[in-house]
C-alpha cells in the first residue's frame, strides 16, 4: 500500500494533537501501526530518581508478594563471575567490600559495581584468575518518596561518593575455616573439598563412616 510521506514530525501530529504533541498513529485502512516519539512541546522525558532518594530504609521491607504484584525485575541477575567452578584450593585469598554505613544499595548499584569489579579483575589477573560473588540480593520494593525539586537541587550537596571499605578475610576463600588451620584440617580428612567449598566432617557420628574416610 502506497502512502504520502508527510513533510516534517509536525505534520504527523498536528492531526492527532493540538498542542503539537506526538501520540501513536493508527492508520485503519492499512495494518500498519506507526509510533512517534514525542519531540517538541515535550521537553526531555524524566530519568530515574537519585539514589539519595531511597538511602535509608524508614519502614518495614516491602518485599514482592501477592500483595505487592506487578513489581519490575531486578537489573542485577549474575550474581557470580569469573572462573566459577575453581577448586577451593585454587584460590586461598578472600577479600571484601562492604559499606560503611547502614543504608539501601538499588538494583542498579549493585549491578554496576559487578561490571566495574568484574572489568578490573579481568584487565589485572585475567578472566581465570579470580572468581567474584554478589553476596546481596534486592528483594525490597521501593517506591515514590518526595525530593529537592528545585532548579539544580541535585547537583548542588551531593557530590561525595559512599564509604565503602576493602577487608581481606582470615577465612580460606569462600569458607568459614581459618587460613591457618584449612591444611591441617583438610589433611586430617575433618574437611572434605566440595567445589568452591568443603565439607566439614564432625568426630562424631557411625564409627564406619569414620573408617570409610580414614
Known amino acids: ?98 559499606s560503611d554505613e547502614y543504608e539501601q544499595l538499588s538494583s542498579e548499584a549493585l549491578e554496576a559495581a559487578r561490571i566495574c569489579a568484574n572489568k578490573y579483575m579481568v584487565k589485572s589477573c585475567g578472566k581465570d584468575g579470580f572468581h567474584i560473588r554478589v553476596r546481596l540480593h ?14 539544580g537541587a541535585d547537583r548542588a550537596k551531593f557530590k561525595f561518593p559512599g564509604r565503602q571499605k576493602i577487608h581481606i578475610s582470615k577465612k580460606w576463600g569462600f569458607t568459614k575455616f581459618n587460613a591457618d588451620e584449612f591444611e591441617n584440617m583438610v589433611a586430617e580428612k575433618r574437611l572434605i573439598p566440595d567445589g568452591c567449598g568443603v565439607k566439614y566432617i564432625p568426630n562424631r557420628g557411625p564409627l564406619d563412616k569414620w573408617r570409610a574416610l580414614h
Open 138 to 151: 534486592p528483594f525490597h520494593v521501593i517506591r515514590i518518596n518526595k525530593m529537592l525539586s528545585c532548579a
Open 1 to 98: 500500500m502506497a502512502t504520502r510521506k508527510p513533510a516534517s514530525l509536525a505534520d504527523v501530529a498536528k492531526p492527532h494533537s493540538p498542542a503539537g504533541r506526538l501520540r501513536p498513529v493508527f492508520d485503519c485502512s492499512s495494518d500498519l501501526v506507526c509510533f512517534v516519539a514525542a519531540t517538541e512541546d515535550l521537553g526531555v522525558a524524566m530519568g530515574r530518581r537519585p539514589a539519595r532518594c531511597y538511602r535509608y530504609c524508614k519502614n518495614k521491607p516491602y518485599p514482592k508478594s501477592r500483595f505487592c504484584r506487578g513489581v519490575p525485575d531486578a537489573k542485577i541477575r549474575i550474581f557470580d563471575l569469573g572462573r566459577k567452578k575453581a577448586k577451593v584450593d585454587e584460590f586461598p585469598l578472600c577479600g571484601h567490600m562492604v
